[in-house]
């Protein structure tokens, strides 16, 4: 869609603001100096024209079009400071630090909230006295403080700039009520200076409540297209919890050094999804709103640095995120609407290069997200569940997926088969139903238009609930004159005629069904309307609560590869004069016979094996195990073989975690349900994995310190991975096994990683 604007302007003579005099400046130059590109993108130049001529200015552009710049630049021209509200703290230094990337002068750019200092905050204030600063992002709570509102107001206000201005609206994804305070707080600061409020996402309803409560006026409105030609979309049912690990994993892994995101509902199943892909090989990290602001901050540079390859989050990620190369989006559970869901999955692709967005739908998960609508309020219940059963409609559509979406943002979307969808690719037939949409229309009109789409399916199939005999609407002629078909029939057909036009839902009363002017025409003199029916998914039944099993079902290691392999082991450590525990640890060897890796890259799957270790050790290992397969006619596990330790790397994270605040072992053991002995197993393979364990703490209270040194070097000569042994040469010291197991875990950490 191109660029629109509202008719109706207002003069810039009547504002006493800092903004250019004449109608079109020269922003080429400007723009290679600042930001180095030679030309604008879209409607960029018109947008910042319109907000250095003083006008009020509402911008609506998709993920990765360049929204930033459409205020940064006028900051960086106009005379006096531009204030920014942003509503992510946690994102404002990532935002800021951009800015200043631009520019020789770290002052240029500042903000203002309540993770800064007194000192830092009189740096700050001292630097906008001093006009150095030319954007200031400030968070809506930052407004409300009268100090605050005192120190603005003596500021020179370029404009202000309200980023993800959809948090002002209850049917935003992401409403916040601070949003509805700040046309006060703008007032009491500069009434007269200009606003721009800028989002990725907004319904017309959006739309209206933005311009409404932010008070605009008369604000020009610049509405890019919401198609995203580059990202493909596919949803995939969710039949069972490990069947859809599975093939996530299995999916990332064959995108492998491609940067992605997986949104989950909970925190918890972040953690989890990110302790298992880190076991199968993939570098990943969580990222919710439950970890501490430095560890949050630490993570997203990860991520924006290539350090971590995925990143496993709830919604308290993404929002402002400049990293343009990100390749897949994947929702791990359903989105509350189809706002979230354009605006997570717009983070994919912003280069214009290739962006897949993959949800993986349950039942189950529509039921927790109406489950959590209980305890809200009558009115956000009514809106919320209005947004799920939107969401459902795109999930479960059989049409093209970004036709679905271009029409609930308000925009035409006429092309036919989009081909960069499963729908598709993979396109259903068609039925005609010419006669069955007559009926549905005049099933809507005996009803006055005053009812939802349940309440009309319910009398199209002739379904007597207490509401149509107290109605008595089971008079009508229309009542079940479509009860030879099923109700997922008349949904898909409503859901149809909705994207076709013929239909529209007014979600600000209940979803009431209405005919459009089209909807009359074709009642009036019908032509052929073809569906296609929607997808029912009944096998979508995945609950993330149901105990995980062994991914591939239960494995029995392959003996006679077994010893094979420990006895390269044991000629290996010979030859590198170390234990043979340092080379490979037994579990390790032991999943070896199982999963048969002839790569180094499969190697590197294999419990307790890390990158450098593959590289160090594995090439004899690898050749061993490719000689007896082609010898033995092994038929090897499926291509893909995912690590089923989903509790283990649960535990991975929480005995990492505790270490590090130094938690007594028994405490460690008891919190996870475990015996000591399983303990002290899976710290050791987390170290031979290649992640340093600091036990000292525990060591000195399990161990005299006396000891600790002809331990250690009892290891450093042994010959043999048994423990038995070795409680059996050092006997005058009297060990007990748990106590040779930390100390050979130490060992690991100092000699053998």
Request: hydrophobic fraction near 35%; charge should be negative.
């Amino acid at each position: 869609m191109s660029s629109s604007k509202s008719s109706a302007k207002t003069s810039t003579k009547s504002k006493k603001v800092n903004a250019a005099n004449s109608t079109n400046v020269d922003l080429i130059t400007p723009l290679k100096e600042y930001f180095g590109f030679d030309a604008f993108r879209g409607n960029q130049e018109e947008i910042i024209n319109n907000v250095l001529n003083g006008h009020d200015t509402f911008v609506i552009m998709p993920t990765g079009g360049g929204k930033s710049l459409c205020y940064q630049l006028p900051a960086l021209t106009s005379e006096g400071c531009a204030i920014v509200v942003s509503p992510l703290i946690a994102l404002m230094k990532n935002q800021v630090d951009l800015v200043r990337g631009y520019s020789s002068k770290d002052n240029v750019a500042h903000f203002l909230n309540s993770t800064l200092n007194k000192k830092e905050i009189k740096e700050v204030r001292d630097d906008l006295n001093a006009g150095k600063t030319k954007i200031l992002y400030v968070a809506p709570e930052t407004l409300t403080r009268q100090e605050n509102i005192d120190f603005f107001s003596s500021l020179t206000v370029s404009f202000f700039a309200v980023d993800e201005a959809h948090c002002i609206s209850e049917w935003g994804h992401d409403f916040r009520p601070e949003y509805r305070r700040l046309r006060e707080m703008m007032d009491q600061i500069n009434e007269k200076a200009p606003v721009i409020a800028l989002t990725a996402t907004a319904t017309p309803k959006v739309q209206q409540d933005i311009v409404y409560n932010l008070g605009l006026r008369k604000p020009d409105i610049f509405i890019s297209s919401f198609n995203r030609p580059n990202l493909h979309y596919e949803v995939i049912p969710k039949v069972g919890k490990d069947q859809t690990i599975r093939n996530m994993v299995k999916f990332i892994q064959e995108n492998k050094g491609k940067s992605g995101i997986i949104y989950t509902l909970n925190r918890k199943t972040t953690e989890e999804l990110a302790a298992l892909l880190n076991v199968n090989g993939i570098k990943a990290c969580a990222y919710h709103a439950g970890l501490d602001s430095k560890l949050r901050a630490d993570r997203q540079d990860q991520f924006l640095n290539e350090d971590t390859q995925v990143i496993v989050a709830t919604i308290a990620f993404g929002m402002g995120i400049d990293k343009p190369d990100i390749r897949f989006v994947i929702h791990y559970n359903i989105p509350k609407s189809l706002e979230n869901y354009y605006q997570e999955t717009g983070r994919a692709g912003r280069d214009g290069m290739e962006g897949k967005c993959i949800l993986y739908y349950s039942h189950k998960d529509v039921s927790k997200l109406e489950h959590f609508l209980r305890d809200k309020q009558l009115s956000e219940r009514e809106v919320g569940g209005q947004l799920i059963d939107e969401m459902v409609a795109f999930a479960e559509s059989g049409q093209c997926r970004r036709k679905v979406l271009m029409t609930y943002f308000g925009e035409k979307y006429t092309i036919e088969n989009c081909g960069s969808c499963d729908n598709c690719l993979h396109p259903k037939e068609s039925i005609e139903t010419k006669h069955n949409s007559v009926n549905l229309l005049k099933v809507i009109k005996a009803l006055d238009e005053r009812f939802a789409a349940d309440y009309v399916i319910n009398i199209l199939i002739g379904r007597m609930i207490p509401q149509i005999k107290m109605y008595r609407h089971d008079e009508l002629a229309v009542f079940a004159c479509g009860n030879e078909e099923e109700e997922i029939y008349w949904t898909s057909l409503i859901r149809q005629m909705l994207l076709e036009g013929l239909l529209q839902k007014d979600i600000t009363e209940h979803g009431l069904l209405k005919i459009t002017k089209e909807g009359a025409a074709f009642l009036k003199k019908p032509v052929s309307f073809k569906m296609v029916m929607s997808n029912t998914y009944d096998e979508a039944n995945e609950d993330d609560e149901e105990n995980t099993t062994e991914a591939n079902g239960p494995a029995t290691a392959d003996a006679a590869l077994f010893e094979l392999l420990k006895d390269l082991r044991k000629q290996f450590a010979k030859e590198k004069k170390l234990p043979p525990f340092v080379i490979f640890l037994e579990s390790s060897l032991e999943d070896m016979s199982i999963q048969y890796p002839t790569t180094l890259e499969e190697l590197e799957r294999i419990s307790g094996v890390s990158k450098g270790k593959a590289i160090r050790y594995g090439e004899k290992f690898v050749a061993l195990i490719s000689k007896y397969v082609e010898e033995n006619q092994v038929v090897k596990p499926d291509d893909f073989v995912m690590k089923s330790v989903v509790n283990k790397s649960g535990n991975k994270v929480f005995i990492i975690q505790q270490v590090d605040k130094k938690t007594t072992l028994d405490v460690i053991a008891k919190s996870r349900g475990i015996p000591m002995e399983q303990l002290l197993e899976e710290m050791e393979t987390i170290v031979a994995s290649g992640t340093k364990l600091n036990l000292s703490y525990a060591i000195d209270q399990m161990v005299d310190e006396d000891d600790q040194d002809e331990i250690l070097d009892y290891f450093k000569s042994c010959e043999t991975s048994s423990l038995d042994v070795a409680k059996s040469e050092l006997s005058d010291l009297d060990l007990e096994w748990e106590q040779l197991k930390i100390m050979r875990i130490k060992f690991l950490c100092d000699y053998g990683i």
